[in-house]
């Protein structure tokens, strides 16, 4: 069966009937406890085969059936018909605490479009109105904000002096080097783009490198910056996703330096500026001129702050100089601890009594150092890698290091936020209604139809049926069971263990060092150790969502494989590809390292310490920034497959005849990427993996399997088969699984439990493909279960509905003769049922061996192991006779089989086999 009948198959099993309007059922759960107004909701939903194909069709309705503003974006099409397989939402919910907020994704006409969100775009500048705010970006000097104004009157204008920050190419993305130098985005900025437009969000991108002023400091910069501003209609509020990178085409090293930061500068008056800082309360402090106030933290706060710094590979006590968090007032050059503890929230009010900013970072403590610093002069500064670290900065090739903040600038007249008597906002309030983050969530069996997330196709709906195991579909997060248990997990990670305990830190947080390596005993295991978004979708566990993200993000910034501006998809060999494209430490680009006086004496101060590599090829996977991308829509996430697939084919393409681990993982990374995104590029990696390895397995034809040592290492391998099988519908895919599982089956070994339960990807594909009883498996329902191994896409195809139970009957009568240049094969239809009907589809096959259907020993080849005949006639009704001519075949003795399928995959026994000599 090819993909598009597949497609078709399962559309048919799950859509709408046809024509009818769609309807995806959504609901907004609000986990934080607080009511929230207008909060902006970005979900990625994904859609059936051939549910929608025009995009401009569909609208978002609210509970009473109203249209709701929602903008919408193609995230990802069905290969097969091009109608849309995933669609980011961007739409604003009221949101009670606790509570469940519905709505329906429609085709029956178009969401509102009238906004006053826009984007202006010229060669100099890009200005976003959101309504009640103007940012103005420079394109030329990229300097974070180059003018903020706000409608303080509310006349939809924005005069002089309604402008809370001004230009100045001091601001921006900044970088110290060790030496005092400052290197600035402004001065090496290479792209400032519109990313994303739309009536609800607008998200401008900023890139280039940090360059020092007048040819200054280290000649190849100071490594590179990466900033995506995402401005919100209706509001002030702006977020920032912020890098420093070091992903450059062209290796720069890694050099030391003492504090990255951004920094800006607001326009207050020269009396009355307040700070507010949050340890976990708020602090006020006064903040004249002349004077600053800081909230750093410095480590992690717990007793085990000393054994784990957030990197790996120092002593004890050597990075860090106390446990927690500081907040310092700094004043005639001296400076006063306000107040101190374990865990800063680092939120931040800074102001007069006209114009302030709230700065919100996500994480801070969790991501130490890091540091809030604002200053009597007006300006602010938010360290990532700050330079109250003791210890020197460095990022490792190929690798980056960011944070999420949120800004929310405000005028004490405006009233755009909860506020105190002042009229300033209070930051938790702006804090509480942003993070933790809310997703609109479809139902589990759309979902489920869908196959969203999973690898091969639709699956089971998780299991709600025994405690621990799912959820009460859309009740409040108290009645949630079978989630992640994140409260234990955190409390395990401040515990003295350096690997499970050292957890938390800019470069480990969101998975910890026992996981680093991507090989035992520190194991990365693909879909294993990347599952979470995938449960997430199918219980509606918020632990869960909260884990993914955090997980996804880490992989996203901080593992090494990110390499811009290389050819990616064109490397003849392994070596070639590993020279020029970072995959793990043992195959870096570590001859393109700079050498020489300059680079010694900017990497002054640098320790040794593990960089978090990315997976090897046993471990090679894309599934946190797949899954990342696809419910989150984040472009970074979605650029990064693209270079964890070419690392993969790059790998299988090259090593196609040895069917293993390594191979399995690698090949199944560039099928997940192509059967997404069709993208051309991999397109050749894609197919020399399936050439390789079919003839792989052809070379074991006659033997009673493909030689691969370990069962659940066999249904990795077949996980990449059956994606490329569905992606292709190449049949030497399909027949590639048929013979692992055959093959293996037979061995003595093979004991019945283990061929069920230990590699179910092979045998529920194989009884999909077969309806054989050899495949069949009595309790599917076990594989709806939380967590593993995407379990549940194997019970689905084991539990899917088969009406039609009885398969053709066996070609009896099947004749050749030479013809020239070929074999005309004659036959009797042999039916649908048994000998009644008409069947769906033949396979023909040839050999230059004896053909059974499965061989044992060298003069035989089983069927599944044989050439594949092109375009095979449909079969006709029971009883007519049916001709084909197999051509293009060189002299020698050929043998020929057919087997024929019904609609639903029911297989024949092999036919007689037939040799005929071509001369």
């Not at 110290?176 to 090496?188: I, L, R």
């Not at 969530?441 to 999973?454: D, K, S």
């Not at 894609?686 to 249904?715: H, L, Q």
């Amino acid at each position: 069966m090819n993909r598009l009948l597949a497609l078709v198959a399962i559309a048919c099993l799950f859509a709408c009937p046809a024509l009818a309007e769609v309807k995806v059922p959504l609901v907004v759960q609000e986990s934080g406890g607080v009511d929230r107004a207008a909060n902006l909701i970005t979900s990625g939903v994904p859609l059936l085969p051939g549910q929608v194909t025009d995009m401009s069709k569909l609208v978002l309705l609210d509970a009473s059936g109203k249209p709701v503003a929602c903008q919408f974006r193609d995230l990802a099409r069905w290969r097969a018909d091009n109608s849309l397989r995933w669609v980011l939402l961007d739409f604003k919910a009221n949101l009670t605490a606790w509570g469940a907020t519905h709505f329906t994704l429609s085709d029956a006409g178009q969401a509102p479009a009238d906004s006053p969100l826009k984007a202006a775009v010229t060669d100099d500048a890009i200005v976003v109105n959101t309504g009640p705010a103007q940012f103005t970006i420079n394109r030329k000097k990229f300097n974070l904000f180059d003018r903020v104004r706000l409608d303080v009157n509310g006349d939809k204008e924005f005069s002089d002096d309604e402008e809370v920050l001004s230009p100045s190419a001091d601001n921006g993305s900044v970088v110290t080097d060790t030496f005092g130098e400052k290197y600035f985005s402004g001065e090496g900025t290479t792209e400032v783009k519109v990313e994303e437009s739309g009536p609800v969000r607008v998200c401008v991108v900023a890139r280039g490198t940090h360059k020092a002023r007048d040819g200054k400091g280290y000649s190849l910069g100071m490594y590179g910056f990466e900033v995506r501003m995402h401005f919100i209609v209706g509001t002030n509020l702006v977020k920032l996703d912020a890098l420093i990178t070091n992903n450059g085409a062209k290796c720069n090293g890694s050099p030391t330096f003492k504090d990255y930061s951004l920094i800006g500068k607001l326009n207050l008056a020269k009396t009355g500026r307040v700070a507010k800082m949050y340890g976990m309360a708020p602090v006020d402090i006064s903040v004249a001129t002349g004077q600053s106030a800081t909230v750093y933290q410095d480590s992690v706060g717990s007793e085990n702050w000393k054994v784990s710094p957030g990197v790996n590979g120092q002593p004890a006590g050597g990075l860090s100089s106390f446990r927690g968090y500081r907040i310092i007032h700094q004043a005639d050059g001296k400076d006063t601890v306000l107040h101190q503890g374990d865990n800063a929230r680092g939120l931040t009010e800074f102001g007069d009594a006209k114009f302030g900013v709230v700065i919100a970072p996500n994480y801070f403590w969790q991501l130490f150092p890091k540091a809030v610093q604002v200053s009597g002069d007006g300006t602010f500064r938010v360290g990532l890698l700050p330079g109250e670290y003791k210890a020197v900065h460095f990022i490792e090739d190929a690798s980056a290091a960011g944070q999420v903040i949120w800004m929310a600038f405000y005028a004490t007249k405006q009233k755009q936020f909860a506020a105190d008597p002042e009229g300033k906002p209070w930051p938790h309030v702006v804090d509480d209604s942003y993070f933790p983050r809310a997703m609109a969530r479809c139902t589990n069996e759309h979902y489920a139809a869908c196959g969203a997330l999973a690898d091969v196709g639709p699956y089971l709906p998780i299991s709600t049926a025994r405690p621990g195991e799912g959820q009460v579909e859309n009740e409040p997060i108290g009645v949630f069971t079978g989630d992640f248990p994140l409260e234990v997990t955190e409390r395990r990670y401040m515990m003295t263990d350096y690997l499970k305990g050292n957890a938390f830190g800019w470069q480990v947080f969101g998975c910890r060092w026992e996981e680093y390596a991507g090989h035992s005993p520190w194991n990365y295991e693909p879909i294993g150790s990347s599952y979470f978004l995938f449960n997430y979708i199918n219980t509606g566990g918020l632990r869960m969502l909260e884990f993914g993200l955090r997980r996804s993000k880490q992989f996203r910034d901080v593992r090494a494989y990110k390499i811009d501006g290389t050819d990616l998809w064109h490397c003849p060999n392994w070596g070639e590809y590993a020279r020029n494209n970072v995959a793990e430490e043992w195959c870096s680009r570590s001859s393109q390292w700079p050498k020489g006086e300059e680079v010694t004496k900017y990497s002054a101060g640098k320790y040794g310490r593990a960089g978090w590599t990315g997976p090897n090829p046993e471990h090679a996977n894309l599934d946190d920034l797949h899954d990342l991308y696809l419910l989150t829509g984040d472009t970074r996430a979605g650029e990064g497959m693209r270079n964890i697939a070419a690392y993969g084919g790059a790998f299988a393409a090259t090593r196609a005849g040895d069917i293993g681990r390594a191979t399995g993982w690698a090949f199944r990374a560039v099928a997940r990427y192509y059967d997404l995104t069709g993208d051309k590029n991999a397109a050749d990696y894609f197919n020399r993996c399936i050439e390789g390895f079919w003839a792989t397995a052809r070379n074991a034809r006659s033997a009673p399997m493909v030689k691969y040592d370990n069962n659940w290492f066999m249904d990795v391998y077949s996980r990449a088969a059956v994606i490329a099988f569905n992606t292709t519908g190449d049949e030497r895919m399909r027949d590639l699984v048929i013979g692992l599982s055959r093959g293996r089956a037979n061995q003595p070994d093979a004991k019945q439990a283990e061929r069920k339960y230990g590699w179910p990807t092979m045998l529920a594909f194989c009884w999909d493909q077969t309806g054989l009883p050899e495949f069949a498996n009595e309790n599917p329902q076990k594989y709806a279960r939380l967590g593993g191994y995407f379990p549940s896409c194997a019970g689905y195809l084991w539990a899917k509905p088969r009406d039609d139970k009885q398969a053709p009957a066996a070609i009896k009568d099947l004749a050749g003769k030479p013809v020239d240049g070929g074999v005309e094969l004659t036959w009797t239809a042999p039916g649908d049922d048994g000998d009644k009907g008409t069947a769906a589809v033949y396979q023909i096959k040839y050999d230059d061996l004896p053909l059974v259907e499965q061989a044992n020993g060298g003069k035989e080849s089983s069927f599944w192991a044989a050439n594949n005949v092109p375009d095979e006639p449909k079969p006709a009704a029971a009883g007519a006779k049916q001709t084909y001519t197999a051509k293009g075949l060189k002299a020698g003795t050929y043998h020929f089989a057919i087997k024929t399928r019904d609609e639903v995959n029911n297989e024949s026994p092999i036919s007689n086999v037939v040799s005929v000599e071509v001369k």
